[in-house]
Nanobody, 123 residues
Framework: EVQLVESGGGLVTPGGSLRLSCVAS????????MSWVRQAPGKGLERVSV???????SYRDSVKGRFTISKDNAKKMLYLQMNSLEPDDTAVYYC?????????????????WGQGTQVTVAS
């Protein structure tokens, strides 16, 4: 059974940093594209970053230069390093396993989702 468990969220002041982690199990991690998707309070889902099976990455414009997605295939871990956090980054962040190696930005996020981890950026 596919399992995705996020961690690393918390409360941080603007300009601070957090690193989110996602522990994956139940599938061959390196064969799939993974993404981070977030949902801010009262807002819809918003794709944050994508990493292909081969490690190519993409980001929404608002986080470029601030966030870095990475993974460790051997450990089956997905990461999102978030620097220079802004209040608009406040959201629940979800780790997503796509259905295949759909590694492009506009690939579908249909697949398996974790339970999410809350990130709050506030003064």
């Amino acid at each position: 059974e596919v399992q995705l468990v996020e961690s690393g969220g918390g409360l941080v002041t603007p300009g601070g940093s957090l690193r989110l982690s996602c522990v994956a199990s139940g599938f061959t991690f390196g064969n799939y594209a993974m993404s981070w998707v977030r949902q801010a309070p009262g807002k819809g889902l918003e794709r944050v970053s994508v990493i292909s099976g081969g490690g190519s990455t993409s980001y929404r414009d608002s986080v470029k230069g601030r966030f870095t997605i990475s993974k460790d295939n051997a450990k089956k871990m997905l990461y999102l390093q978030m620097n220079s956090l802004e209040p608009d980054d406040t959201a629940v962040y979800y780790c997503v396993k796509r259905l295949a190696d759909f590694g492009n930005w506009w690939g579908p996020d249909f697949g398996s989702w974790g339970q999410g981890t809350q990130v709050t950026v506030a003064s």
